[in-house]
Structures are given as structure tokens and as C-alpha cells.
């Protein structure tokens, strides 16, 4: 796959290890992480230099925390629900972080290629009864997921193979550019009932992806595995 | 086996053991688990955020995650120190990119990461992986290697260790291309 922005005469394995190790920012960072996204062996060797270069946690000198540190956090651990920090710059560290990983993201969505649409498609017509279907990898071992909006019920078909204690995780790149879990799926067909924020987002256009994540999905919530497969949503 | 590879080994197996209970929401596990390793991430959020107010915040944030996400942690994959430091390095990471300041300085009183440690640290070195990358840094040219160790440490990019080091951008990254190629090389030999 030649990629006219990564295709920079770096070779692979130095690549991986310059997004490894957190040395890329920019346009390069957005380009070597939608490599990730798009090449699972590249994704293995970025996995395999933080692997390798975590031993440099050993030699990291300790300092004591904060005395006080440690009753703070265990009184914030009551009454947060899920990713409600406390701190006071949490929400635009968040916000930062997030419009950083939008950027790359929709980048991602803009270079892929068009989905094929047919050339003789008719004039579009509102039709909100319509399922919307997308085929995720492959035209050989593609992965079909059907929507239905009427009752928000998103069926996959049998998710691909997995390595043992891995799991496949079914995402949702809408219009903020940011993949939002729609839940894990199986070697067998799979029903889903997206929440009701992530059903607006399964919409024309948007993208569904699949990734290899630790038994109990992504421990981070964004990919952390391989992405192996991805689709287009299209009415139909 | 030394007596500094039996410590180690029952260290991780230890906080191995913490750290499953805490995936299994037992809130004196968790308290333990901070005990054993709050010292080790405060080292990582201090060093990297560059002020202690915005080290122990971002600290906060990282047992949060912990607590949410030990459930996810799994025992053959990643040791348990490195699994809890590489959230502390990659939460602090973020922080410091999200302030658009650039990291350049010095800080006035981190410690010198050149110094392998004493007492467990020391110990903790002894494992093959460990002693295996160290050796394979030692072989690389000293610019190589303090690019790579800077970059790991600093978490800086390649944009502020150039400006660090006074060298164009080109030059650095030639340098640290060629110490991870040889890194590499070294790795797989």
C-alpha cells in the first residue's frame, strides 16, 4: 500500500518505533496512526517497540506523591460515574485530546477511498423507514451489519476469527471523527441495541470498524488492537 | 537465580495478585495497589508534566483510570508496573501536548534518569528483557542515545529535541532513525 504521505523512504519498523515512542506530532502523528488503522502488520511492530522499550520503566526514578493525594482520590472514586474526572483541567485536556484524535480520525474517513456507490443511484429521497447496511473488510470475507432506525436494533453477521482471550469490538466513526464502541461481537451473529446517542451516529456515511481488543473490550475506550475490518454506512 | 531475581519475581507476582483484585472492585486492594506503586507513576506524571500541582492532578486522573480499567488488565500480556506506568506516561503526555507549550528546559529538579537506580530498581533491572534493551542502547552512538532515552522520558517530541539539543529538525531525526535501525538490529540479533 503506498501512501504518498507515510511513503517517505523511513523504513517500517522505524516508523513504528518513531509513533512508539511519541516522537511524531502533526500531520505525521495523523499519518502514522491511520497506518495503524489500516495495516495490521504495522499496527503489530508499533506494539512490539512498546513492548520492548516499556523495560525503560524500570529505570524510571520514584518521587513520594503528595501525602494528601491518596484520600483524594478514594473519596472521588464514590459518586464518579464513568469518565467524570475531578480535576480541574480534566475537561480541556479531554477536549484537546479528543479534537486531536477528530482530526486524525476524519482524515482517516476523508483519504479512504469512495465506497462504491452506483453510478445510476436515484435522486435521494428521504426515506426514513429504510435499514442502512454496511460491509465491513473485505469483498472475500466481508462482515455485513445491518441497522434498522426504526427500532435501533444493529444486527452483525458472525464477526471475524480472533486470537484466544481477544476479543472483536464493533465501533462507529460518525461526524466527530471519534470511533465510540457499539459493543463486542462474536464468531456468531450478533444483536446490538447502540445506546441512544450512538444511534444518531450510525448514519450515512459514517464508518463502522472492527478491532482486536482484550477479553472485556478496549481498556481505554478508543482501539487499542488492530483494526481489522472497516465499512461505509449506505442506505438502502 | 540470585536473590535479586527471587525479589523481583515475587514483587511482580505480588502486585500481580493487587491488581487482579483491584480489576475486581476491592477497594483495599486498590488502596494497596497505590501504596506499592504510587511512588513509581509520580515519578513518570512529575517528570513529564514538569510541576508537581499538574503531576498530582494528572496522577488523580491515571488511579481513576486504573480503578475503572484494572478489570481489562491481563496477566500474560503486559507485566503489571508496565501496564499502570505506560497509562501514567501516556495520560501525562497528553496533558503536557494539550497545553501547547513546549517542553525544552530542563526540569529544575527532576532526577537523572542516567542513574539505573539502587535497592529494587536495581532488582527489578535484573530481568533478561530489561538488561537486553539497556546493552543494546549502550551500543548505539551517545547521540542515539540520548535522543531515544530523551524521547522516552520527556515524552518530547522530534520538533522539542531539536530544539533542545540546538540541532536542525533533519539532523535529529537522522540521529534517531539510526538509533532505532540499529536498536532494531541489535533487538532482533
Redesign the interface.
Known amino acids: 500500500m503506498v501512501d504518498p504521505i507515510t511513503d517517505t523512504g ?2 517500517e ?2 516508523a513504528a ?2 509513533l512508539a ?5 502533526g500531520e505525521e502523528r495523523g499519518a502514522a496512526l491511520r497506518r495503524v488503522l489500516a495495516e495490521p502488520g504495522f499496527a503489530a511492530q508499533v506494539e512490539w517497540w ?17 501525602p494528601h ?2 484520600a ?3 473519596a ?2 464514590d459518586g ?1 460515574p ?1 469518565a467524570a ?6 475537561w ?2 479531554l477536549a ?2 479528543t479534537s ?1 484524535i477528530a482530526a486524525s480520525l476524519l482524515l482517516f474517513v476523508m483519504v479512504r477511498p469512495e465506497p462504491t456507490v452506483p453510478v445510476s443511484q436515484p435522486i435521494p429521497v428521504a426515506r426514513p423507514t429504510s435499514v442502512l447496511v454496511a460491509m465491513l473488510g473485505d469483498a472475500k470475507s466481508p462482515v455485513a451489519a445491518v441497522y434498522d432506525p426504526a427500532n435501533g436494533a444493529l444486527r452483525v453477521a458472525a464477526g471475524p476469527g480472533v486470537p484466544d ?1 481477544r476479543v472483536a469490538q464493533l465501533w462507529v466513526i460518525g461526524g466527530d471523527g471519534v470511533p465510540h464502541s457499539l459493543g463486542l461481537l462474536s464468531g456468531r451473529p450478533t444483536a446490538l441495541a447502540p445506546k441512544g446517542v450512538d444511534r444518531g451516529r450510525i448514519a450515512p456515511g459514517a464508518t463502522l470498524a472492527i478491532s482486536v481488543e ?7 475506550g478508543l482501539p487499542t488492537g488492530p483494526v481489522v475490518a472497516t465499512g461505509v454506512v449506505a442506505r438502502v | 537465580m540470585t536473590i535479586a531475581h527471587a525479589n523481583a519475581d515475587a514483587a511482580r507476582a505480588h502486585l500481580s495478585e493487587v491488581l487482579l483484585r483491584t480489576g475486581q472492585e476491592d ?1 483495599d486492594a ?2 494497596e495497589l ?2 506499592l506503586t ?7 506524571t ?2 513529564i508534566c514538569g510541576n ?1 500541582q ?1 503531576a ?6 491515571v ?2 483510570t486504573i ?3 484494572a ?4 496477566p ?4 503489571p ?2 501496564w499502570l ?2 497509562i501514567a ?1 501516556n495520560r501525562a ?3 503536557q ?2 497545553q501547547g507549550v513546549r517542553r525544552t528546559s530542563p526540569l529544575d529538579d527532576a ?3 542516567a ?3 539502587e535497592g529494587a ?1 536495581a532488582g ?2 535484573a ?1 533478561e ?2 538488561r537486553e ?2 546493552e543494546c542502547l549502550d551500543g548505539l552512538e551517545p547521540q542515539q542515545r540520548d535522543a ?2 530523551t ?3 520527556d ?5 522539542e ?1 531539536a530544539i533542545k539539543r540546538a540541532v536542525p529538525l533533519g539532523t535529529m531525526k537522522s540521529w ?2 539510526r538509533g ?2 540499529r ?2 538490529d541489535c ?1 532482533d540479533g
Open positions: 523511513v523504513p519498523d522505524v518505533a518513531e515512542l511519541g516522537l511524531l506530532e512498546r513492548s520492548r522499550l516499556a523495560v525503560l520503566f524500570d529505570l524510571w526514578p520514584e518521587r513520594a506523591a503528595p493525594l491518596a483524594r482520590i478514594e472521588s472514586l464518579t464513568a474526572p475531578t480535576s480541574r483541567f480534566a480541556p485536556v484537546a485530546v486531536a482471550a482484550p477479553l472485556g473490550g478496549s481498556p481505554t | 477497594r486498590f488502596r497505590y501504596t504510587s511512588a513509581k507513576l509520580f515519578g513518570i512529575h517528570r508537581a499538574a498530582e492532578d494528572v496522577l488523580h486522573e488511579y481513576l480503578w475503572k480499567r478489570g481489562a488488565w491481563e500474560g500480556r503486559a507485566s508496573i508496565t506506568a505506560t506516561r503526555i497528553d496533558w501536548r494539550a532526577p537523572d534518569v542513574d539505573p537506580g530498581e527489578m533491572l530481568s528483557s530489561s534493551l539497556i531515544i532515552r524521547a522516552f522520558f515524552g518530547i517530541t522530534y520538533a529535541l534517531v532513525r532505532l535501525a536498536l532494531k533487538l
